[in-house]
Each structure stands twice: as C-alpha cells, then as structure tokens.
C-alpha cells in the first residue's frame, strides 16, 4: 500500500482511517482477510463522520483491528464562536495529538462553503497575516483537512457545498496532503462528494506546487495571492517573492491555465500606504494585462478579488477606508480588469485565520519550525 498520503504527523504515529483512499482502504481490508465489499461498506459511512465501531454491521474483530492498524480520529471542537450578524461559525479544532487549527463555516444564498486549514502553523511569513507568527508546527494528513469538513457539517446538521483551501498553512507547502483531500472529498463514492469545481486552493505563489498542480489536471480553482503589483512592495510584506518574484509567478500562473483550462483568481490584500492607491490599481492592471492578456490566454478573463486588511495586534498594518478601495476597484475596472471586494463574513468573531488560535495560546508551541522563508 502506498502510505505517502496517509502518513502521520510524526514518526510512529499511525496512518489516520480518513486519510485512505477507496482503494488504499480496499487494499487494507483486503490484507486483513475482509471480503470486498466492505469497503464499499466503511468509505461512504466514515466519510460521514461515523466510526466503523458505529456502523453496526462492521465486526468488532475488524474494528479492532481498524483501530491498531488505522485509527479513525475526528478533530474535536475546542471552542466555537457563532457570529450574531451572518451565522458565520469559527471553529478551533484539536487534533488527535493536541495541536489546535481553525475551520470556518460561512453560510450564503448559494450554499454553505467550509474554509479549511493545511497545517499546524505556517511558515511562510506574510506581514498580513496571524497565521505565521508562531511559525510552522507540522503538516496534516489528508484525512485530518477531511476531517474539518465533517467536524463542520456534523456539528451545524447542514451539507457543505463548497470548500476553500484559505485556512491555516500553505496548501502547496503540504503538497501530497492538500492534493490528497481534493481527491477523498471529491470521490464519487464517498459520503462529501464535493465537486472540484467547488473547491478553490489559495497559494502564496509556490511556483513549483503550482506547476505540479497542473499536471493534476483538476478541475479546482486557484487563487493566487498577489498582494503587490511591483516586487518591492512584494518582497517586504510575503517574503516567498524572495524566492519566485512576480514576473516567475505569472508565468507559472500562465502555464496553469493553459494546461488546465481553469481561469485564476488573484487576491489582494489592501493594506493603507503600502499597495492601496489608483496608481497602485493602474500599474496592477498594467501588470496582469501585460502577463495574462497575450495569446490564447486573451479568452480568460482576469479576476481580482480585493480584501480590507483584517488588522492584526502583533502587525503595525492597517486597512484604508471604504473610499480608497472603491477607487482601486473602479480603477481596476476602467483598465479591463474584474474586481470584487470580498464581503467580510464574521466581523464580530475575528473569522480571519490565524486568531482564535493564538488567542488560546497555540501560536507559541514550543517546537515550531520558525522559517520565515520558502526554502
């Protein structure tokens, strides 16, 4: 059995049931002396959120079993915040070792979309984000990303429609994992059945994940993290620009949607006096049109989705007011380019990754790899 992507967090921590795939779990069953059909009766059910020592007509010996080989380990809910203006739920989740991470339930008009966290910390270092400043604790496994959704549809009784990789970590950090959950939560004969095209994976602009994605040939969204128009601005608020500037980014960005067929949406973070003017809207126009607008890439069209700096305590940032990102929207607009202003879901309970966690005082445990850099 391939054990890449169902690896534990640690050496001698076994793999996690949720991590297996329909076939890893066929293999595993098949290797315990179980007739085939039972994974056809355990994968849809776990997926579920039920144990296999739930399920009723599941042997006690092969749960047993189950549970030395492969323990199914759902997060447990640590601490739950409900917002009083949009329902919007925040979840701090404890892992089966202890570690805290974050899950967001947001709910719209088109259905109920789950924001899910990569990894125990992070150790990109973007100026703008809570998220890193305890650095990186360790990656999770596929089935613990599952493991979010689950937690989060079990606990409102509501089925999750949509999924966004935005939480905690780098998803292209925690390549084999995040690529991992993409194919478990959108299997067929699983219980989620997340269709790929309701699923978006946000990166800081990891070139190399970006291109080893488009060989995956999913049929996700990408969101990119741009954040600067000129490498400068970009080198001192998200230091991954010290390693693949933005002309290298673009062109990675490039080669995914022509090997994909999958339009890309940028992100940007407006933070006041460093990226926020129109001269700063009109030379990010002139950036994407130059880089995007050529070729066969001129059917796709360009969009960015614009986002307020969410202030952070231990960050001397702070977002402009409605007026400046009006303009930089219009100004985006005038010059071709679409643009949105991301609404902000859960204002009354910081939804924004990264705070409820270090407010219970994981961001500092002891042990985290403190790289500030892609390496």
């Given at each position: 059995?391939?054990?890449?992507?169902?690896?534990?967090?640690?050496?001698g921590?076994?793999?996690?049931?949720l991590?297996?795939?329909?076939?890893?779990?066929?293999?595993?069953?098949?290797?315990?002396?179980?007739?085939?059909y039972?994974?056809?009766q355990?994968?849809?059910?776990?997926?579920?959120?039920?144990p296999?020592g739930?399920?009723?007509?599941?042997?006690a010996?092969?749960v047993a079993?189950?549970?030395?080989?492969?323990p199914?380990?759902?997060p447990?809910?640590?601490?739950?915040?409900?917002?009083?203006?949009?329902?919007?739920?925040?979840?701090?989740?404890?892992?089966?070792?202890?570690?805290?991470?974050?899950?967001?339930?947001?709910?719209?008009?088109?259905?109920n979309t789950?924001?899910?966290?990569?990894q125990?910390g992070?150790?990109?270092?973007?100026a703008?984000?809570?998220?890193?400043?305890?650095?990186?604790?360790?990656n999770?496994?596929?089935?613990?990303?599952?493991g979010?959704?689950?937690?989060?549809?079990?606990?409102?009784?509501?089925?999750v429609?949509?999924?966004?990789?935005?939480?905690?970590?780098?998803?292209?950090?925690?390549?084999?994992?995040?690529?991992?959950?993409?194919?478990?939560?959108?299997?067929?004969?699983?219980?989620?059945?997340?269709?790929?095209?309701?699923?978006?994976?946000?990166?800081?602009?990891?070139?190399?994940?970006?291109?080893?994605?488009?060989?995956?040939?999913?049929q996700?969204?990408?969101?990119?993290?741009?954040?600067?128009?000129?490498?400068?601005?970009?080198?001192?608020?998200?230091?991954?620009?010290?390693?693949?500037?933005?002309?290298?980014?673009?062109?990675?960005?490039?080669?995914?949607?022509?090997?994909?067929?999958?339009r890309?949406?940028?992100?940007?973070t407006?933070?006041?006096?460093?990226?926020?003017?129109?001269?700063?809207?009109?030379?990010?126009?002139e950036?994407?049109?130059?880089?995007?607008?050529?070729?066969?890439?001129s059917?796709?069209?360009?969009?960015?989705?614009?986002i307020?700096?969410?202030?952070?305590?231990?960050?001397?940032?702070r977002?402009?007011?409605?007026?400046?990102?009006?303009?930089?929207r219009?100004?985006?607009?005038?010059?071709?380019?679409?643009?949105?202003?991301?609404r902000?879901?859960?204002p009354?309970?910081?939804?924004?990754?990264?705070?409820?966690?270090?407010?219970?005082?994981?961001?500092?445990?002891?042990g985290?790899?403190?790289?500030?850099?892609?390496?």
């Amino acid at each position: 059995m391939d054990n890449r992507t169902v690896a534990g967090p640690s050496a001698g921590y076994p793999p996690d049931l949720l991590s297996f795939s329909f076939g890893q779990l066929s293999e595993l069953l098949e290797s315990l002396g179980e007739p085939s059909y039972r994974a056809e009766q355990i994968y849809p059910r776990m997926q579920r959120g039920i144990p296999p020592g739930k399920m009723g007509n599941i042997p006690a010996k092969l749960v047993a079993e189950l549970e030395e080989r492969a323990p199914y380990r759902l997060p447990e809910i640590a601490r739950k915040l409900v917002s009083s203006v949009d329902g919007t739920v925040k979840y701090l989740l404890r892992l089966a070792d202890g570690n805290l991470i974050e899950t967001v339930l947001m709910r719209y008009r088109h259905g109920n979309t789950v924001c899910v966290s990569t990894q125990v910390g992070c150790r990109m270092g973007c100026a703008f984000c809570a998220s890193t400043l305890g650095g990186r604790i360790r990656n999770m496994t596929a089935g613990e990303i599952l493991g979010e959704v689950i937690a989060a549809g079990n606990d409102s009784g509501e089925r999750v429609d949509n999924i966004v990789m935005m939480g905690i970590g780098e998803p292209l950090d925690n390549y084999e994992a995040s690529t991992a959950f993409i194919r478990l939560v959108s299997d067929p004969r699983g219980g989620l059945c997340v269709g790929q095209r309701h699923i978006s994976l946000s990166t800081c602009g990891v070139v190399d994940g970006i291109d080893r994605l488009a060989a995956e040939k999913f049929q996700i969204t990408l969101s990119v993290s741009l954040h600067a128009h000129d490498d400068a601005v970009r080198d001192a608020v998200m230091p991954v620009n010290r390693r693949w500037n933005i002309s290298e980014l673009l062109a990675a960005c490039r080669r995914y949607a022509l090997a994909t067929g999958r339009r890309i949406s940028f992100e940007y973070t407006l933070i006041n006096g460093k990226n926020c003017g129109e001269k700063d809207a009109a030379a990010l126009a002139e950036l994407l049109n130059r880089a995007l607008r050529r070729g066969p890439m001129s059917r796709y069209p360009i969009h960015v989705n614009l986002i307020p700096l969410n202030s952070v305590r231990e960050r001397d940032l702070r977002a402009p007011d409605r007026a400046q990102v009006d303009a930089f929207r219009q100004t985006l607009e005038k010059h071709g380019v679409r643009a949105t202003v991301r609404r902000t879901l859960g204002p009354d309970i910081n939804a924004s990754c990264g705070q409820l966690r270090r407010a219970a005082g994981a961001g500092d445990t002891a042990g985290a790899e403190n790289e500030k850099e892609k390496t």
